[in-house]
């Protein structure tokens, strides 16, 4: 799924402050910018921190609740059924991401 595509079908405004990053999707769907401070920390190095982890963990969560999220917004034009969603998975997935 192209969450960027989705997006400016769900939330229009998006399409006029390309590129959206996945930062900014959060922020303005879900009210909270992820933090890309980790994004630029040496991957190479063995055993990855636990800042890193976090932030791994953190990205790949946040696209599950994007995507549950853009399909909410969508009901005008078709919504879950276009899309072929399965039911909300917002309860599964609270927003704190935090790291430590």
């Known amino acids: 799924v ?4 989705l997006s ?3 939330v229009p405004s998006l399409a006029k402050t390309f590129p959206v990053g ?3 999707l959060a922020a303005v769907l ?5 933090d890309k ?6 991957w190479e190095q063995r055993p990855l921190s636990n ?3 976090q932030y791994a963990a953190v ?3 946040v696209l599950v609740m994007l995507y549950d999220e853009l399909l909410n917004r969508l009901p005008a034009i078709g919504g879950q059924q276009a899309v072929g969603a399965s039911a909300s998975m917002r309860q599964y997935m609270p927003i704190t991401w935090q790291y430590e």
């Open 30 to 34: 879900l009210g909270k910018p992820l």
């Open 37 to 42: 401070t980790q994004q630029t920390s040496d």
């Open 8 to 10: 400016t079908l769900a």
């Open 59 to 61: 990205d790949a969560y």
């Open 51 to 53: 800042a890193q982890w």
């Open 2 to 5: 192209d969450l960027l595509q």
């Open 22 to 24: 996945l930062s900014k």
